[in-house]
């Protein structure tokens, strides 16, 4: 594995799933992923929580993975998100995700069996040490009922150099500085609460992956920049126009609001969901459309 890994950083949006009659849109999709790279996006994420990834088969997820590794031609970093409930299923996405050529892998906590910290090193310790590419823990304790404590990041990372990083989608900041001064400043920690970006980033996230760069990729894009290049100013007033669109990505269940959001605005024909997620209830799509009209993106 390279050690430089000046290449992971900045907006790494999770891309929505697109689907058209139960189907996968495969072709929108890639359409989408053009776009992100025209909106100044550092890369993408495949089968993020955005893109609804319990409601895809593992054929779908592996072809979503390829298809991102054959649009962007190497133009962006591709991330794949290949974590799940079953080891064997992880190890399966992981391995074929790798061989695709995707540049790094997110790998979800195991989530409903709420594993102790032995278990969760043991399984980290267990995918990684099959990759050669960089390794990062998806850390969303609301989603899985999982947290990982900083002496186990710690013990995985003693055993496998390739964990370079976590998606940290919780609002614990004070883990956050935990992590980097155990782990060191160049553990490449990412923010997954959207209204957490630039709180998170101002104490040494080096990233976002932030739904809302599915509708607005240049302005989350340009925070990070701003960040980055130390002007905390400009990247508190994006944070501020950002606000109200973070917030109203959950006024349900992610990404319900935001597909709307994204066909509303022409991005997509049809906000579309599999069973169990559904598409916006009237009341809903109001309050969004609302959003939509104080922020300028309608």
Same mark, same amino acid.
């Given at each position: 594995m390279n050690d430089n890994l000046s290449w992971l950083k900045g907006s790494i949006p999770p891309l929505i799933t697109p689907f058209r009659d139960g189907a996968v849109d495969f072709k929108t999709y890639a359409r989408l992923i053009e776009r992100q790279i025209e909106g100044g996006s550092h890369g993408i994420l495949v089968n993020g929580t955005t893109s609804e990834p319990s409601t895809l088969t593992t054929d779908e997820r592996n072809e979503l993975v390829a298809l991102a590794v054959k649009t962007a031609k190497g133009r962006i970093p591709v991330v794949a998100a290949t974590g799940s409930q079953s080891l064997a299923e992880t190890l399966v996405l992981s391995q074929f995700?790798? *061989? +695709?050529?995707?540049? +790094?892998? %997110?790998?979800? #906590?195991?989530?409903?069996? $709420?594993?102790?910290?032995?278990?969760? /090193?043991?399984y980290f310790v267990e995918v990684l040490s099959r990759l050669k590419t960089p390794g990062m823990v998806y850390h969303i304790p609301g989603r899985t009922a999982v947290s990982m404590d900083v002496a186990t990041f710690a013990s995985i990372k003693a055993k496998c150099p390739n964990l370079v990083g976590v998606k940290h989608a919780s609002n614990d900041l004070a883990f956050v500085t935990d992590l980097l001064t155990t782990l060191g400043r160049d553990f490449r920690v990412f923010v997954g609460l959207e209204e957490l970006c630039f709180p998170m980033m101002a104490i040494g996230a080096v990233g976002v992956m932030n739904a809302v760069g599915n509708l607005d990729p240049k302005r989350v894009g340009q925070m990070h920049d701003a960040v980055e290049a130390g002007d905390l100013a400009w990247a508190r007033e994006l944070h501020f126009a950002l606000f109200e669109i973070s917030k109203a990505i959950f006024f349900d269940t992610n990404p319900i609001p935001l *597909?709307? @959001? @994204? $066909? $509303? =605005?022409?991005? =997509?024909?049809?906000?579309?969901?599999?069973?169990? @997620?559904? +598409?916006?209830?009237? +009341? %809903? /799509?109001?309050? %969004?459309? /609302?959003?939509?009209? $104080? #922020?300028g993106l309608e």
């Open positions: 995700a790798e *061989k +695709a050529g995707a540049d +790094a892998q %997110l790998v979800v #906590t195991p989530y409903y069996i $709420k594993p102790p910290q032995r278990g969760l /090193e043991n *597909k709307y @959001m @994204m $066909k $509303k =605005i022409g991005l =997509i024909e049809r906000n579309e969901h599999r069973l169990p @997620m559904v +598409a916006a209830s009237e +009341a %809903l /799509e109001r309050r %969004l459309d /609302e959003v939509l009209r $104080k #922020t």
